[in-house]
């Protein structure tokens, strides 16, 4: 059993930065597949980046690639997202999430699951 806490988040203004950690306890994030996703209200959970077990691999939505950039520390057992050049469409409560057989961005795939944190963009 897996459990991740996340922290970071909250309001910045557009074009601002913002770094999320999702910490694991229970079990080491090595050789899993960890994501992010983030979800508005109404909407489904969309899934952002992936990092694959091999722990170099990533993958990312075509709305986040070239800003975001999901990382592994390993010393930490915890998965970073670091978010750039942030837009008010980017706001949104965002989770982590670990543990796919298949390292797909789909939200089914995952088992694990952090309790979400709010990201805010304004003008």
């Known amino acids: 059993q897996v459990q991740l806490v996340q922290s970071g988040g909250g309001s910045v203004q557009v074009g601002d930065r913002l770094r999320l950690s999702c910490e694991a306890h229970?079990?080491?994030?090595?050789?899993?597949?960890v994501a992010w996703f983030r979800q508005v209200p109404g909407k489904e959970r969309q899934g952002l980046a992936a990092?694959?077990?091999?722990?170099?691999?990533?993958a990312y939505s075509g709305s986040v690639r070239g800003r975001f950039t999901i990382s592994l520390d390993k010393d930490n057992n915890t998965m970073i997202l670091q978010m750039e050049s942030l837009k008010s469409e980017d706001t949104a409560e965002y989770f982590c999430a670990a543990g796919a057989d298949i390292c797909l961005l789909t939200r089914a795939a995952f088992p694990y699951w952090g309790q979400g944190t709010q990201v805010t963009v304004s003008t």
């Open positions: 990092l694959f077990p091999d722990g170099s691999r990533t």
């Open positions: 229970g079990d080491t994030l090595m050789n899993k597949c």
